[in-house]
């Protein structure tokens, strides 16, 4: 009986605070997730990807620069 009665108040403590605090922070990072981005982060995640592309084509075009000067460039690049 002592150990009962020694649960129940941590037991009571948590179904009365910390639960219902838990649950609304739960469901509130739920909701959040699932709304889907902002404008805002949209944005900056299109911009990233125009970035990314034009990176992209800087690369294709410096690594076709190289390829016409030395051939063996990706050969020695490996081995260091």
């Known amino acids: 009986m002592q150990f009962f009665d020694f649960m129940m108040v941590p037991t009571v403590l948590f179904m009365v605070v910390v639960m219902p605090i838990w649950l ?9 997730t699932g709304r889907g981005l902002a404008n805002d982060d949209q944005a900056i995640l299109d911009d ?3 970035t990314l592309d034009s990176l992209s084509t800087r690369m294709a075009t410096l690594e ?12 020695e690049a490996d081995r260091e």
């Open 24 to 32: 609304v922070m739960h469901y509130r990072a739920k909701g959040k």
């Open 48 to 50: 990233l990807l125009r």
């Open 64 to 75: 076709s620069i190289l390829d016409e000067r030395n051939p063996r460039w990706r050969h």
